[in-house]
């Protein structure tokens, strides 16, 4: 009886401590931000030192990996202890704040003005040794506004902890990382992949100085859950160096001028530019201003004509408007030069595999004229597949393909944001619902269906990119499939009509593509008089 109790204690502890294991989640780093000492004269207030540390905080609260000390809980335990507020922290009192609140770091620091010249220096202090972790500063001569120079601030400060954790899965172009929201990832944020190498240590002591970091390339975030996110390979040193279980560690993005490197700072008020693309390595320009795209660049309000371009691939060119104040992101997804017609039925057997890379790699891929479920690299019989890729929040893809004999057929897939922003202003102020329901018209099997679909878009929506881009990928999925239903034909020389209409030029390809190859005659007339259109 006596060892059934035990039995059933050891049970119960281990049951206890399920809940704990499970919550083992990302730990944020909890510091605390003293306000900053004022040197100099002309500052707007006195309390210019607490505003400065209010937007550090405010900046490390939206990175998501800090756990930030509220400035007043500081105050009142700085005051309790009859501590130096002013941001003046010697040994004994940084060890004392560590211990009352907890913290693992302290940032103190000044903001120095002498005429024009603006300087602001911080010192980001370890609380267990009291020491000196490293120090920053930044400093301007022009007309600069001291918030800015704050926020330039907190991203070099922010450089000093990097985000770390590991590869949990690599499915050929993509990697999925063990960090998620909840530790701060966010989209468009740069990992380096490393694997530990030697363990160099002290020759006398032994102890361990530094594990080498031998890196095996670059990913880029392409989309964030809760606690993983998803990216895909933008650098590798060799194929396939990059592996399941390497260590990852965020690395912040710079921008090179005169062979010195600065952090790129998004000003106030300003305008930003985001533009994702598949495959990842594509360039990217802006044809109408002179600056070289990046990343996140800061734009003035206006229309930008943005081009995509890649070898191997049709050149994407499309006018975006960008109002002030506006993150405008820009998800484009190229289309191989050489594609395969899409011929009727199924003739030739054999066996064929089927792969199919999606952004966000998340999402659902389904073959919607098959019984068995898709999974990568699956054997097919040659033929025609009708594959769908989904995802909540996302426009879905519906496209038919054609597998040959023995074919590996790669599918590259960018899923589009269901909320976007269209190019002009009158199409802004249209319902994006109603547009929705026009785009999924498109994916209809029916032909009337699609046939109204493009009638409306040419109508309520003629310069809509999502539309236009959407009419151009059903386009170019069905020309060469020359189906006995009449109004399916019509459909596809409506969707011509429309690429036309938009007087792109963009689309020049594609409808010279369909103008010279449909089996269709009416359908090749409707593309050669659209392509007159264009520009």
């Known amino acids: ?84 507020e002013a941001g003046v922290v010697n040994q004994d009192t940084a060890m004392e704040i560590g211990r009352l609140l907890g913290v693992k770091v302290i940032i103190s620091g000044s ?31 022009q007309v600069i506004s001291l918030q800015e120079l704050v926020f330039e601030m907190a991203e070099k400060i ?20 063990d960090l998620g929201r909840l530790a701060g990832v966010k989209s468009g944020m740069h990992f380096m992949v490393y694997e530990e190498g030697d363990v160099v240590r002290h020759p006398k002591t032994d102890e361990i100085l530094y594990v080498k970091q031998i890196k095996t390339g670059t990913i880029e975030i392409t989309g964030v859950q809760t606690k993983i996110s998803e990216g895909i390979i933008v650098e590798e040193v060799m194929p396939d160096a990059i592996k399941y279980g390497h260590f ?78 506006e993150e405008k992101y820009l998800d484009i ?100 619902g109603a547009l929705n329901s026009y785009l999924v018209m498109l994916d209809s099997a029916k032909g009337v269906e699609v046939r109204n679909g493009a009638k409306h878009l040419i109508k309520k929506y003629p310069k809509n990119y999502q539309a236009l881009n959407k009419a151009e990928q059903v386009l170019l999925a069905n020309y060469a499939r020359n189906p006995k239903d009449r109004n399916y034909n019509d459909a596809l020389a409506y969707l011509c009509k429309y690429l036309g209409a938009s007087r792109d030029g963009r689309f020049r390809e594609t409808l010279r593509t369909v103008s010279s190859k449909a089996p269709n005659k009416k359908l090749r007339k409707y593309a050669k008089s659209s392509l007159r259109q264009l520009k």
């Open 248 to 325: 990852v560690k965020s690395v912040k993005r710079s921008e090179k001028k005169n062979g010195k490197e600065y952090t790129i700072v998004k000003a106030k008020g300003a305008s930003h530019l985001f533009v994702d693309t598949l495959p990842a390595a594509a360039d990217i320009r802006i044809l109408n201003i002179q600056p070289r795209y990046r990343r996140g660049m800061e734009v003035s309000a206006g229309n930008y004509h943005v081009e995509v371009s890649m070898a191997g691939y049709l050149s994407n060119r499309q006018w975006i408007t960008i109002g002030e104040g």
């Open 158 to 177: 922010i450089k000093n902890f990097p985000l770390e954790g590991y590869v949990a899965n690599r499915d050929a172009n993509q990697v999925v990382i």
């Open 1 to 84: 009886m006596k060892k059934i109790r035990v039995f059933f204690l050891l049970v119960l502890s281990g049951l206890c401590m399920l809940p704990v294991l499970a919550q083992a989640d990302f730990e944020k780093t909890k510091i605390a931000v003293l306000p900053f000492n004022l040197q100099g004269e002309k500052f707007e207030t006195d309390d210019m030192g607490k505003i400065v540390s209010e937007w550090l905080i405010t900046a490390f609260v939206k990175d998501g990996r800090f756990e930030v000390i509220e400035r007043k809980l500081l105050g009142q335990v700085l005051e309790e202890q009859q501590m130096v």
């Open 111 to 141: 903001v120095m003005k002498l005429g024009q010249v603006i300087e602001v220096n911080s010192r980001i202090i370890d609380v267990s040794s009291a020491a000196i972790i490293t120090a920053e500063n930044v400093r301007s001569t």
């Open 333 to 432: 997804r190229l289309i191989r030069e050489q594609r395969q017609s899409v011929t009727a039925p199924v003739a030739v057997q054999g066996a064929g595999h089927l792969f199919v890379d999606t952004v966000p790699a998340a999402a659902d891929i389904r073959i919607l004229n098959i019984q068995p479920r898709y999974r990568r690299g699956m054997e097919l019989a040659a033929g025609n597949y009708h594959v769908e890729v989904s995802m909540a929040g996302y426009l879905s893809n519906r496209q038919w393909i054609a597998i040959g004999k023995g074919e590996k057929k790669y599918l590259d897939i960018r899923l589009i944001r269901g909320q976007r922003q269209s190019v002009t202003a009158s199409a802004s102020a249209q319902s994006s």
